[in-house]
């Protein structure tokens, strides 16, 4: 599957180019080219399915051109290694928990996809992939977290001084290895602005 730029439909890339440009060389964000459907036979067998299982089969709709399915499978299974929850509170009201994860951020969901993505491109190369984080707390941990690790990548996490809770702060600022945590002493919009500069220099 390709993927097009928001500011101009005609401009696609690949998963993998889009995975690791981010934004589009026209600033526009990246689309899949079609949205894959899901048949009647599947959406009635949801409620049977393991959680993993359901992530594995809508991956496979949109990735399997690019990643085959047994390592698409491995991809998933490490990175979604926990459950989502759906909690009845009443006859009609149910609510979706996405806080399972090891930094209890819903973001634990896409950091750990795309960690585990970015990993398996960078298998076939020697060249080292470093990443530059702003935050001012849940998306530092589950960076942190997530990239943890992973080969060929290194994370570098940039967080206002005391402007972070102390459990998120000890998330990211005590793994170690591939993690490396910076305390700016300022706001994280600052620290939004080292990170923007870094990328331009």
């Given at each position: 599957m390709r993927y097009y730029s928001t500011q101009n439909s005609t401009n696609k890339t690949s998963l993998k180019n889009a995975l690791?440009?981010?934004?589009?060389?026209?600033?526009g964000l990246y689309m899949p080219e079609y949205i894959p459907t899901f048949d009647d036979k599947f959406i009635a067998s949801l409620a049977e399915r393991p959680f993993q299982e359901i992530?594995?089969?809508?991956?496979?709709?949109?990735?399997?051109?690019?990643?085959?399915k047994h390592?698409?499978?491995?991809?998933?299974?490490?990175?979604?290694?926990?459950?989502?929850?759906?909690?009845?509170?009443?006859k009609n009201t149910h609510i979706l928990e996405l806080w399972h994860g090891p930094t209890l951020a819903f973001k634990d969901f896409g950091a750990r996809f795309m960690a585990q993505l970015m990993g398996y491109f960078l298998e076939?190369?020697?060249?080292?992939?470093?990443?530059?984080?702003?935050?001012?707390?849940?998306?530092?941990?589950?960076?942190?977290?997530?990239?943890l690790d992973v080969e060929g990548i290194k994370v570098f996490i940039l967080f206002p001084k005391n402007r972070v809770s102390k459990i998120q702060e000890q998330q990211f600022t005590t793994l170690g290895k591939n993690i490396t945590a910076f305390e700016v002493d300022g706001s994280f919009d600052d620290c939004q602005q080292l990170v923007k500069t870094a990328f331009l220099d």
């Open positions: 690791f440009k981010g934004l589009a060389q026209d600033k992530c594995f089969h809508i991956a496979s709709l949109f990735l399997s051109d690019d990643i085959d390592n698409l499978r491995k991809i998933v299974e490490t990175s979604i290694n926990f459950n989502a929850p759906l909690v009845k509170l009443n076939d190369t020697s060249k080292p992939l470093h990443i530059l984080v702003a935050t001012s707390g849940d998306t530092g941990s589950a960076i942190a977290n997530s990239f």
